[in-house]
């Protein structure tokens, strides 16, 4: 059994080697214990600091890509490299490593396939009082659109199968987290939480520019993430509600007409006919996006198909079945972005 510990970095010089010393050396059940480090167009000596401690695999960008594609760039590598078990924590050490063994551990019983770190958000006295509001908003409606019981989406600190993550797909540019939680619910993946700790803030938040900021482009992920997994569901609401409110005005105007008042509503009878046109057009843009979407269902499968045939055999439950080879030394991949 191979774990391997990614961390995404971005100008983590200070902090990143707290981070790592963190990180445990040894889990019972996991018989190898590799370390992974994301440089996302670091300008400072983050990737030195990595080196000199020892980790095994990194990944260099020349520029800034952003947190979703680090995340996925990691997870590529991972799997090429034979882990069984890949988990993603931050270089700030805002989790504890120790934690790690907690967080894997439905994955070694065959009990989850992900598993989020759930922190204590009340309990955090870094966290503002919006700040702690926002957070249980986006976990509630993340909950809803996915139909899952995670209670803390925005958590980074996470446990995937080598299974799951080769499921992983991320389209926003934004963060993996909400929309990988959204597509593991509605894709009927076994997933769940642990509670975790925490660790005094070392450093702000580089994922939040402001709370407006935060609001907006999460409720954009995740209403992107639904319209690609349910977009019949969301397009018929939206076509419904126009039909319904054309027909009441309808309704409305032939009242008016047939009382003899008909000549002084015709903006009525206008706006009537609009509002059905619009609602059915809607309802006709469902169809084809659910059509879509079922294409995109069977490309995904495809896909899976063709990293299990690229990253070696794997068992029902997802595990490889011949030993991955090992690597001794650091291993750097430069990408081609």
């Keep these: 059994m191979k774990l391997i510990i990614q961390i995404p970095c971005y100008n983590e010089a200070e902090t990143l080697e707290i981070a790592l010393n963190e990180l445990p050396k ?9 370390y992974l480090i994301i440089n996302d167009g670091s300008s400072d000596d ?8 020892g980790v095994h695999y990194i990944v260099h960008f020349k520029r800034n890509l952003g947190l979703a594609k680090g995340f996925l760039a990691g997870i590529d590598l991972a799997l090429r490299h034979g882990a069984d ?4 924590t931050d270089a700030d050490n805002q989790y504890c490593g120790a934690d790690i063994e907690k967080l894997i551990r ?6 989850a396939d992900i598993v989020i770190g759930e922190r204590p958000i009340d ?9 702690k509001k926002l957070q249980r908003f986006g976990s509630y409606v993340v909950r809803v659109a996915s139909k899952t019981d995670i209670p803390d989406a925005p ?6 199968s080598r299974k799951a993550a080769m499921r992983v797909n991320v389209h926003n540019e934004y963060t993996y987290t909400l929309e990988t939680i959204v597509q593991a619910g509605r894709n009927k993946m076994a997933i769940t939480s642990v509670p975790v700790n925490t660790n005094p803030e070392l450093r702000k938040s580089r994922l939040m520019n402001s709370i407006f900021d935060y609001v907006k482009k999460s409720m954009l992920t995740i209403l992107r993430a639904v319209l690609m997994y349910r977009p019949l569901r969301v397009f018929t609401l939206l076509g419904t509600t126009a039909m319904a409110g054309g027909i009441a005005i309808g309704i409305r105007f032939l009242i008016f007409f047939f009382q003899g008042n008909g000549g002084g509503h015709t903006q009525s009878l206008i706006l009537a006919a609009m509002l ?18 079922a294409n995109r269902k069977l490309l ?5 198909r063709m990293k299990k045939l690229e990253f070696g055999l794997l068992d029902p439950e997802g595990r490889p079945v011949t030993e991955a080879e090992k690597k001794a030394e650091t291993t750097v991949i430069e990408t081609e972005e």
């Design 155 to 160: 958590s980074g600190f996470r446990a995937y």
């Design 26 to 34: 040894h889990i019972e059940g996991v018989d190898e214990i590799e």
């Design 85 to 88: 078990i890949i988990v993603n």
């Design 46 to 53: 983050t990737e030195q600091v990595a080196l000199n401690w």
């Design 106 to 111: 439905p994955i070694l019983d065959r009990e």
């Design 123 to 131: 309990d955090n006295t870094e966290f503002s009082f919006i700040k």
């Design 300 to 304: 995904e499968d495809i896909q899976y």
């Design 276 to 293: 059905i046109i619009i609602g059915s057009q809607t309802f006709v843009t469902g169809l084809q996006a659910d059509i879509i979407s």
